[in-house]
């Protein structure tokens, strides 16, 4: 028999999603102390839980997760990067893109971050992927690129030789696959967030 709890699947629930399953038991919280304390659910931040892999059957998606931590955002940045295999580097910190004030949440599946930007510019150039039954909200590369050259401190491209050596020597970018890049969402990134000269930069890069 299964458990009960595998019908939530890998997506982060809350407390009383899961109390809903045992609607016989009217200590709520106490039935979902004794499903931590036994290890077949794992507490993200207060109030919000996802089914341990053994019990649901999926892994545990820390893509998903991010969305859920702290809302709206979606992953982008050096995650991004790295997921779509763009970068060599593993990234040790999930990070995403927010429209509320910076957080950072540690638990036991990971660290993740969340760096602000403003509404407009945070709706441009997102996906919406799924693996092994998750389904999360992901920069795409282009968008990831330019949340990037955004929130890094220092980073002023006004040359196309130094973004070309912003991309090949500090992020080791895949340059076959930027060059496939969607000029379209650049230039929709500089025209609505900030260091518009940089990315216009990476763009007429692009287009030689």
Same mark, same amino acid.
């Given at each position: 028999?299964? #458990?009960?709890?595998? *019908? !939530?699947?890998?997506? &982060?629930? *809350? *407390?009383?999603? +899961?109390?809903?399953?045992? &609607? ?17 659910? +794992?507490?993200?931040?207060?109030? !919000?839980?996802?089914?341990?892999p053994g019990i649901s059957g999926r ?17 982008? !940045? ?8 763009? +970068? &060599? ?17 540690? #638990?036991?599946?990971? +660290?993740?971050?969340?760096?602000? *930007? ?22 795409? &590369?282009?968008?990831?690129?330019? =949340? ?7 980073? #002023? ?11 090949? =020597? #500090?992020?080791?970018? =895949? ?6 890049? =969607?000029?379209?969402? $650049? ?17 007429? $890069?692009?287009?030689?």
């Amino acid at each position: 028999m299964k #458990n009960t709890l595998h *019908t !939530l699947g890998n997506t &982060p629930v *809350t *407390t009383a999603a +899961i109390a809903s399953l045992y &609607p016989e038991i009217s200590g709520a919280n106490q039935k979902v102390s004794a499903l931590e304390s036994n290890g077949e659910i +794992i507490r993200l931040k207060r109030g !919000l839980y996802v089914v341990s892999p053994g019990i649901s059957g999926r892994r545990i998606s820390t893509e998903l997760v991010a969305n859920h931590l702290y809302a709206p955002s979606y992953v982008s !940045l050096l995650s991004a990067l790295r997921w779509y295999g763009l +970068i &060599p580097e593993r990234v040790a910190t999930t990070q995403s893109i927010t429209v509320k004030h910076f957080r950072k949440f540690v #638990n036991s599946i990971g +660290i993740f971050e969340y760096t602000c *930007t403003n509404r407009e510019y945070f709706s441009i150039g997102l996906r919406h992927m799924e693996t092994e039954g998750a389904g999360f909200i992901i920069a795409s &590369p282009e968008k990831a690129l330019c =949340d990037l050259v955004i929130t890094t401190s220092g980073v #002023n491209l006004r040359y196309r030789e130094e973004a070309r050596a912003y991309l090949e =020597d #500090n992020l080791r970018l =895949d340059m076959d696959a930027f060059r496939s890049f =969607d000029l379209s969402i $650049l230039k929709q990134c500089a025209q609505s967030g900030k260091k518009a000269a940089s990315i216009q930069t990476i763009i007429k $890069l692009l287009e030689q």
